[in-house]
């Protein structure tokens, strides 16, 4: 077993891993955050993205021990303490930028990303997969986000 001690969307948490447990299952069976999901199991998808010290990461291919001292944040960090939505959430939710939403806290998760380093950003997106979409609405809410985003918090 691997001593860990990760802040996950601001909370402190120590555990104990195996040495080859994935950040992914680690997220989703030790602390609950079902959010990040496992989409492909080949690091293709990016329906696993996470941020790692504000870096968006496929959490399928970084082992929980890699996150040792470090600051994640996952889909369930995004909103305000009070419940109110991440501009890019809120982006996805009027432009309707999710199908089945699977794949959906990935691409969020890694917009964010994208966006804190390219804050005017034009349609050619690309880094997630989705099977239920043609992706103008998931552009269409990136492209809506990305004006307020450089003001916001990640």
Known sequence: MTQISVSVNGTPHAANVEPRTLLVYYLREHLGLTGTNVGCDTSSCGACTVLVDGESVKSCTMLAAQADGREVTTIEGMAAADGTMHPLQDAFHRNHGLQCGFCTPGMI????????????????LEGNLCRCTGYQ??????????????????
Do not use: G
């Open 109 to 124: 998760m890694a917009a964010a990303s994208y966006l804190q380093e390219n804050p005017a950003p034009t349609e050619e």
């Open 137 to 154: 609405n998931i552009v269409a809410s990136i492209l809506d986000a990305a004006t307020p985003i450089s003001d916001v918090r990640v």
